[in-house]
């Protein structure tokens, strides 16, 4: 598995499923995703996760909340 790049630990303390683009990347490359659905669930939780760890409001959980609709609408 490749490794979590997040510069705050308290990251992994608050998170339980920590993902980002470069394991989803990795994934992709591998052959991981079987079809669009698992490749969507993981780009969910990359999104969900950082709504859960920013702060309501803050410039990354406004970005987070943008992608999310962008995914969901697709």
């Not at 470069?22 to 996760?49: C, H, T, W």
């Amino acid at each position: 598995m490749v490794s979590l790049n997040v510069q705050d630990r308290s990251y992994n303390l608050v998170v339980r499923m920590p993902i980002d683009l470069s394991i989803i990347r990795a994934k992709l490359e591998d052959g991981q995703y079987p079809g669009s659905l698992l490749f969507f669930r993981d780009l969910l939780l990359m999104v969900n996760n950082a709504l859960v760890y920013y702060a309501r409001g803050s410039q990354e959980s406004v970005a987070a909340s943008g992608l999310r609709d962008c995914i969901v609408n697709e």
